[in-house]
């Protein structure tokens, strides 16, 4: 006995061990397996390559070429991808509720079902051959319906979903693509309407990897990329709203003889048109169209179709200058026969002319930013053969954008005001155009090299400094480091020196950033508090000495300043002017029994070497009374 059930066993071990290996290999699992067969047909729909679909009042055969499904019955249209798709997957995957067999279906015959006259007859075909599927009637509860399969004797209770699926109608298996392209395929754009032609035409060269557009017609122009890309995405997106006639013999009755507008797109050498009618009687929302190549009739939406109603210049690019700023190596701005200069090195811009100087990286990129985003707010003239009309002939400024060596990569006219002051006119060199642009072009196109400056005074660190001098209205102090590195007081000044407050000053001195550059020169200091200046600041720095002036407030948070070398005008933050003004040496309390102190001076001292004579002068210091 027990070894008849070992026996039992292992054999069931065997059978399920077959099956596992047989799945694996095979590469279907039980479950999949026990999956299909309960559906309704075993197929797959990528092999699918005819269907037709017969219905009580029509018949439609539609075929697939690629990855495209076409009807070729009742007439030879395309077919509408998604919904093909949807009725086999509907068939490939839907289950069966239960099967009738032959022996159930003793006395009833298949009229029973309305399997004899089916609503159906669905043949799927393959490159093995062809199934058919007979739909019938609705069962009793509604929700199925009778199926069977052409050549089997069962009948099927199927979903109710296989007929609403395959009961279309020729409208719902159409494609209503109206042009079928990809809009990055297209090369060429033309509109034609009864009084103008707009062609657009892909240039192979690109921008930023971006496809490069231009209007051929009516004039040779920029075109802006964005637009012609809304412009193919409205074309490539156009859906037919209703399908009207097949007959070529209603093309004039729609207006579409004598078209109001043709939009033709071309990939390549091949170009399809879709040809604009007359708006419909009964619906302005709708207007006729039809493909030139084609007699099929149809409405589109009005609102889609009103966007290629455009004009050559709606077109047009408005961004002026095209660059990439990391092409950019120079930037020149001439007003009249000032000329600022700068260059880009490895690292960093710089100031070339009219000084050589450390450039505002970020002052120069945002004057680049400025100039790439210069839109135009109108084309003003598209031939411009009087210059002197537009302030053009002798602009108030010229802009030029150099490349590596001496590639220009943009030049720029900027001109007068129009007659409302609204706009001003700026021409590009390399084009016959005039542009109006947003007034506020002044404001940001800088007038001297000093809006473009590195707004740090000196390239200079606190422990650099060697001897410092700060002078006041209260008085004179000098400090020096010794051989130990130790500050010491100079000239018999008495005192604690407070080092963290004279850290915090050198500190500053050495870091100050001007918050804003005024002007250059040392003439009419007079005006910014600096022939009588709060406080004088001389370090020295090696073999150089550095001066600071400190002048009178500007507003309630700035006030002037006076640099030495080069000779500049400047506001900084009072909140860091307090700190240069602190007091870094503390009084004694007892006093020596002599002592010398200086009268404060209003004036900064020259650099060594600086012959200018400034406008104010130094007081001869005086001695103290001696102490008693």
Known sequence: MRSRTTLVLVLM?????????????????TQELAAKSKRVLDFQSKDITGLKIDLTNQVYTLERSGDQWQIKQPLDVRANYSTVSSILDELEFSERNRVITDKELSGLTLRDFGLENPRVRLTL?????????????ETPTKDAVYAQLQGKKDVLVAPKSIYERVNRTLDDLRDRTVIDFQPASATRIEIKSADRVIELAKSAITTNAEPRWSLTRPLAVRADPNKVSELLADLSGLRVTDFVSESSRDIPTY??????????????????????????????????????????IYTVPSATVQKFAVQANDLRDAQVLKFSEGD?????????????????????????????????????????????????????????????????????????????GTNVLAQLLVGALDASNTVRFVKRIDE???????????????????????????????????????????????????????????????????????????DEFAALPAEEFVREGRENLAEYGLDQPEATLTATAGDKTYTLVLGKPQDAERQYAFWSDPP??????????????????????????????????PVATPSAGDNTTLPFARPEPTKAPAAQ
């Open 432 to 506: 016959p155009f005039v542009y109006g642009v947003d007034t506020n072009i002044v404001g940001w196109l800088p007038v001297n090299w000093l809006s473009l400056r590195a707004r740090g005074l000196a390239d200079l660190k606190p422990d650099q400094i060697t001897k410092l001098t700060v002078e006041k209205k209260s008085g004179k102090m000098t400090l020096q480091r010794d051989a130990d590195k130790k500050w010491k007081l100079l000239e018999s000044v008495q005192g604690v020196i407070d080092n963290d407050a004279l850290q915090r000053l050198l």
């Open 255 to 296: 207006q579409l003889d004598e078209p109001e507008r043709e939009v033709t797109v071309w990939t390549g050498e091949s170009g399809k048109t879709l040809q604009i009618g007359r708006v419909s009687t009964n619906d302005a929302g709708k207007v006729y169209a039809k493909l030139k190549s084609a007699d099929s």
């Open 125 to 137: 075909r393959n490159k093995k051959g062809s199934m058919v599927l007979l739909i019938g009637n």
């Open 328 to 404: 950019v190596r120079g930037i020149e701005v001439l007003h009249g026969t000032d000329k600022i200069f700068l260059v880009h090195t490895d690292a960093s811009w710089q100031v070339a002319a009219p000084v050589a100087a450390a450039a505002d990286n970020i002052a120069v990129q945002q004057l680049l930013r400025h100039l790439g985003g210069l839109n135009a707010r109108q084309f003003t003239a598209d031939v411009a053969t009087d210059l002197d009309k537009y302030g053009l002939a002798a602009p108030l400024a010229t802009v030029t954008l150099r490349g590596d």
């Open 13 to 29: 071990t065997l059978v399920i061990g077959g099956l596992v290996a047989l799945d694996y290999y095979r590469g279907t699992s």
């Open 568 to 601: 500049l005008v400047f506001t900084v933050w009072t909140s860091r002017a307090n700190t240069l003004l602190r007091d870094v040496v503390t009084q004694s309390n007892q006093s020596p029994a002599s002592s010398t102190t200086n009268a404060p001076s």
